[in-house]
């Protein structure tokens, strides 16, 4: 396993170079608009561990019914991906478009010496910092984990105007700094908070910012913690599912989520810019323990479907089409490129962007996925390809795993930590990964053998280097200390 002891740390020169980039950038977008009128609101609503069978538009038995009215009045797509099955490097490739091995986090951090340099690199492009050259009002609200306490990783230091949250998962554990603490900016709020408090305390936040009068457009990158553990939900939602025990309070949990987006929704509509405004409904990954990725196999810490496969909800009023449902892949990195348009900003020419512009795709003009390939990465590993229907799984060993995935057991949903041949699979016909047709087709094997060689070349792999990888400076990686 390849070790590595770069030092993360980020110059003065280094950082201006960043800031003068993002200046070159917005001069250009003012001739690249249309007009700065046009640019719309856009909202981020970005949910933790739900699974792909945890709503009611997407098949479970209970419905949710404010999210439900959202994809029925928008854009559902049945084949959204993300880019890692666990928090932060979901979140790194959400805020560059850029797979997290490229954009230097392919592993999540936690709050111990060995990842006290580890956090989203300073001079990589966030959707924040991007929509601020054309002049959006940027506002964070929730989880980051994307190393708050990393000097250039803060919130503020990637393109946030305001930020409200907690900033990893949630723990009154001592042991675990500041994981019950609120901040605000870079201040403490409150301390020891209770979690059932947070997702009104966000809400209300979000809420209040919507109805707020303001000229300029603005992002809202709303980062909940719902459904992570610990599942309690708040006392006005307890037993509301009607359930009991764990599935109980889960149930309860995605229904306060539900009521929250409903909150959200309405804001929009009482402000009166609905038709001005594009809500994204996602989720970071797969579920854990709790939640259901039905009918894909697989959930959080693998590379099956279930772990990459999540819910994916477009909403723009008189821009997107009610009721569209898409099987054409998309990805959370698609979501930077989209932004972009939409706001009149160019992408940056200096680095590669994975994600590409759908929103031709959103709005029904076109149907086809503009992605040729994706490329399933578990940390540093690369386990599996894919080329419009069919996913290739890569052998793979224990070794391999990152520390999430180095063991089965505590998610029922680790499947497939080991591997001694490939897998191949028709997921237009075999969206569960069930039936193995790797010995049927040779010639397609080897196609995807290739384009594996070649992005673990380009990316990087356990042991290789790739040509465009940003360093994640972590000793042994792989291993969770």
Known sequence: MMETGINMTYTTSELRLSACLLIAMAVMNMAYAETPAQAPNIILIFVDDVGYGDLGCYGAKRSTPEIDRLASEGFRSTDCLVAANVCGPSRAALMTGRYPMRCGHPISRHDTPKYAKYGIAPDELTIAELLKTAGYHNKMVGKWHLGFHVDGSHPLDAGFDEYLGLHANYSSKPEHRDADTLYRNRKVQETDIEFEKVTKLYTDEV?????EKREEPFFIYFSHHIAHSPILPSD???????????????ADFLLELDHSVGRVRAAVEEAGIGDHTLIVFLSDNGPAVNGSA???SGGKYV?????????GIFHWAGRIPAGLVSDAMITSMDLLPLFCHVAGVQLPRDRKIDGKNIFHLLTGETSPSPHQTFHYYN???????????????LPRTIADQPY??????????KIHLSLKQPMLFNLDTDVGEKTNVYSQHPELV???MKEAKR?????GDVEVMGSDQRPHGLLNPSEKE
């Open 446 to 448: 080897a196609e995807l």
């Open 236 to 250: 006005a939602f307890n037993g509301t599912s009607g359930i009991k025990g764990r599935a109980g309070a889960y």
């Open 404 to 413: 999430w995935a180095k063991r089965a057991g505590g998610n029922r949903m």
């Open 303 to 311: 590379t099956m479907e279930g772990g990459h496969r999540v819910p």
């Open 379 to 393: 940390g540093l590993n690369l386990q599996a390809v894919r080329k419009g229907k069919w996913k290739l799984h």
């Open 207 to 211: 809420v209040a910012f919507i109805g």
């Open 294 to 296: 039905k009918p894909l």
């Open 455 to 459: 992005i673990r070349a380009e990316v």
